[in-house]
């Protein structure tokens, strides 16, 4: 695989939802941990071992095993599938972060844009 189809593979929509879903599922399974071992929060290996580490964990057992997903292509083996979702479990909190921030920008334009319709509706003579 070359540069050009890596970087394709690394932006395309495959590897968006594979690397949020890791994030979904690995915020699941912290919830459950941590509502049925409540102490476990201030376990010093689950804060800076476990939870830094879980969803690129994750990203690759589900990689190894997710054989029907739809990978981009040049993806055709098992290393290939457990290295994507190594990549792509490790960047899953960057890129929910960055989706939360586009959806917050554009629902913060959307609430300035229906205030200054309202103002405009206001000043009518």
């Known amino acids: ?5 890596a970087l394709s593979a690394l932006f ?4 968006v939802l594979f690397a949020l879903s890791m994030n979904i599922f690995t915020w699941i399974l912290r919830t459950i ?8 929060v201030n376990v010093r290996a ?4 476990f939870l830094p580490l879980a969803s690129t964990i994750l990203g690759a057992v589900v990689g190894m095993f997710a054989i029907k997903y739809a990978y981009p292509d040049g993806l055709n083996t098992r290393i290939d599938r ?5 990549v792509a479990g ?3 909190a960057t890129i929910y972060q960055v ?4 959806l917050k920008d554009k629902m ?15 000043k009518q003579p």
């Open 1 to 5: 695989m070359d540069f050009t189809s």
């Open 12 to 15: 395309s929509y495959q590897f």
């Open 33 to 40: 941990t941590e509502y049925i071992f409540p102490q476990i």
């Open 46 to 49: 689950y804060q800076k071992l």
């Open 82 to 86: 457990v290295l994507f979702g190594l």
């Open 90 to 92: 490790n960047f899953g």
């Open 99 to 102: 989706a939360k921030g586009m």
């Open 108 to 122: 913060q334009q959307l609430k300035q844009n229906s205030q200054s319709n309202q103002n405009d509706g206001n």
